[in-house]
């Protein structure tokens, strides 16, 4: 089948996120009948097949969040891009669908037959320095990132978990403690490998492949395997942040006084505000374990003794009982959110907040707060606005810029109180939303349903990302562009007007 990538596609979105091209059952293939082809496929590549029972399969497949059931046909661990075009091939030809998996933080259950094409291996980090950019491959993290810029007096745009890959960091948006002076991370990208769903492997920039390079920033892995990306870095090497931690009974004036305090800060500053609830574990700090507390994270850009002046307000509000403020080396801007490393069970859900009204903070309180039977390990709210707000040089997939603060809720996802953690975060989505309408964004929440998977863009952009798998992946191969389309249909269905939908 031949086809022009950049233009219109016929778009026959499916009605659920796993019916299109789904085989018969009589006929889906599975590891067994597959075994011949994958020795085949072994001996065309240059990286390894792994096979399910060993232990090389298990460690590969198994994602950060150990929630999500990963079991694919096999996994291929490609060395190059060139593995890349030849298992997307593969599975195009034997009928199976392409999920992708570096660290595996935003990993989806998929039921469908699958071939996991795991790029760990694709680990080049190049740094020039003159021109201020990055080329990195799909199997690098965050903190090897900021090290490399680091030794250049530079900085990347990471996110506030450094131990996160970088392409799924990048395709979803990417915010981090700084966002609010630079923008999403997806903004400072240049260019795009990617192998495509099609099998072919592709450049996508602003010039080449221009929707392609719109639809990757925003669009996840809906339109196929990121090879590797190139972004710009940051002329910073220091920033002044850190975070304090209240007791849990000042939750009440803390949070009031924060949302106001927020609301005036200038772009220099970045700021979240956490209720945790942390289990007693050897990398949670005793002050902070088996209690409710609040933590109040803070960045700024630019001068320390401005930014000491800009958080002095929240420094008095109460005593801290753990953590600090300070000038932080920016390869440590992990240490402002100290988000958990190990892997773990975890439920996540978010939502995007158009305002932040004092009702706003009561409703949270009131399921969240010291006195609420609240399951939820973290609950989140992170102050968006400034750099964020504008489109970026190159408009991209990110849509909702408008958004005030986006609300997460964090969970274990593990009996006995899985059932307890997603009913509670689906009540705080459902308490706030009337100041949101239900917008969420790419990267937090992960999901395949495609009423969910439809808040996060506007309906010109899913659209559009839509037709863009359809030309790029006509046979529907990339896993991930399943909800996308069904959610395109969704809306298309529901025009001009969304329906309620139910977190």
Known sequence: MSFTPDAPATLDAPTTPDSAATPDAATTPDAAALRLPLADLAGKISGEVLLPGTAAYAAAATPWNVAVAVTPVAVVAVADAADVVTAVRFADTHDLDVTVQATGHGALAHTRPSLLVHTGRLDEVTIDPAARRARVGAGVRWQRVLDAAAEHGLGALAGSAPHVGVVGYLTGGGLSPVSRTYGYGSDLVTAFDVVTGDGE?????????????????????????????????????????????????????????????????????????????????????????????????????????????????????????????????????????????????????????????????????????????????????????????????????????????????????????????????????????????????????????????????????????????????????????????????????????????RF
Not at 202 to 216: D, Q, V
Not at 473 to 480: F, K
């Open 201 to 501: 492997l592709r450049r996508a920039t602003a010039t080449e492949n221009a929707g392609l390079f719109w639809a990757l920033r925003g669009g996840k892995g809906a339109l196929g395997v990121v090879t590797a990306v190139e972004f710009e870095l940051l002329d910073l090497d220091h920033v002044y942040g850190g975070c304090l931690y209240f007791d849990g009974a000042d939750a009440d004036r803390v949070l009031s006084a924060w949302k106001t305090w927020s609301a005036t800060l200038p772009e220099q500053a970045s700021t979240s505000i956490a209720i945790l609830r942390l289990p007693a574990m050897p990398a949670v700090p005793p002050p902070l374990a088996d209690r409710c507390t609040v933590a109040v994270r803070f960045a700024w850009v630019g001068d320390p003794a401005d930014g000491e002046r800009v958080i002095d307000p929240i420094r008095g509000l109460a005593p801290a009982i753990f953590g600090g403020l300070g000038v932080l080396p920016f390869t440590a801007l992990g240490m402002i959110h100290a988000d958990p490393v190990d892997p773990m069970p975890v439920h996540e859900r978010s939502l995007l907040l158009r305002e932040l009204p004092d009702s706003a903070v009561r409703a949270l309180l009131a399921l969240t707060g010291p006195a609420a039977d609240c399951p939820q390990v973290i609950v989140e709210l992170r102050l968006l606005g400034g750099a964020l707000a504008r489109e970026p040089r190159e408009s991209s997939a990110v849509c909702h810029r408008e958004a005030t603060y986006s609300l997460l809720t964090i969970g274990i996802a593990a009996p006995p109180i899985v059932e307890a953690t997603a009913g509670h975060a689906a009540a705080v989505l459902e308490a706030l939303r009337p100041w949101s309408g239900g917008i969420s964004g790419p990267n937090f929440g992960t999901t395949t349903d495609p009423a969910i998977v439809a808040l996060k863009y506007d309906m010109a952009a899913l659209t559009r990302l839509a037709t863009l798998t359809a030309s790029y992946d006509p046979n529907a191969r990339m896993a991930a562009s399943h909800p996308v389309r069904a959610a395109a249909g969704l809306m298309q269905s529901q025009s001009p007007s969304r329906s309620r939908v």
